[in-house]
């Protein structure tokens, strides 16, 4: 067997790192962990962070051991990684389609509790036909539309049809609501954040209501994530929370954070990048391009290096804009806050954590590319 190309050993400093690599800062890290759960578990809120924000088997076990309840995945291949990493509760927080995929999902409820989307009574029924022939329970959460514009039933009776159409399956049990307002973590200000949560909070209050009318119980109202979950949690409404990113956060949130949005988060992951070139006195490209960075949310940011400006990425180059008398010959280390950390996490195939300036660990980030 040929040896990982890892782009660092335990014991490196900085300057040993291959680049582009994507790097945690590991205290930065843990504190942001104790952070959410002064925030979360330790009130009593049950916390299920997402992990499509990490794809890190290492970091969901740290954050199962201090009190999240499971995890939140996106796809059925990634939930198989965190499963076969040993994590025995997970939420998929999407709708499930086709046969080849329910039936990987429901071998995978064979082996750990699973929960699922549904919006959709066609979708309810193809489900239940596979959990009653693998005789295996599966939790189906129904995703209520609560203002994001993009999958769900309408609040209130809607939702009971598909509660009847959930009931009439032997092996599934409604297990809850997924009431989640992805649109609204990345408002700028915190009043149409505020707005958006409690419009979908009474929408998701509408429906259990409905349901209950209806004779169905509703234990779980689930949702939220970094940019909005205090809103959530003091809701009275929501009674499980779903951030991802607050492990990392990213130049998004920071720009939230800064103005309005003071959350006691601080930025723990970088793309550390190498000089390549420099071409003149007011240009420097650095090695981390398109394919080392994602910048749905914007270039990144440069951090440590006064004068310098990330302005242009291409596939493998990333240009800075220098100011003069800026210092950075071909070589040099340039650190880089990612716009946006999720799909920045899901291009690599580890994560170098830095310990202060030494290298302490090197985790797999085991379901990164896992798109099915
Ligand atoms: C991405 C996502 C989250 C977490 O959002 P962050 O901004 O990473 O905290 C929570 N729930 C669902 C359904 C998501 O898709």
New binding site residues.
Partial sequence: MTEPDLPARRGDGIDQIDTPALVLDADAFEANLQRMAQATTRLGIRLRP?A??HKCPEIARRQIALGAIGI?C?KVSEAEVFVNAGVEDVLV?NQIVGARKIWRLVQLARRARVGVLADEAGNVLALGAEALLQETDLDVYIEIEVGMGRCGVAPGAPAVALACAIAAQPRLRLAGLHC?Q?AA?HLRSAAERSAAIAQAGQLADESRRALEAAGFSIPVITGA???TFPLERDSGIYNEL?????VFMDGDYARNQAANWDIGLAQSLYVLSSVMSRPNASRAVVDAGLKALSVDSGVPTVTGCRGAEYVRASDEHGVLQLAPGTALAAGARVWLVPGHC?PTANLYDWLVVLRGNVVEDIWPIAARGMLR
Wanted: aromatic share 12%; charged share 10%; proline share 6%.
């Fill in positions: 997402h499509k924000a939140c996106q927080t989640y992805g973590q994530g970094t940019g779903q951030p991802g990113s607050y999720d």
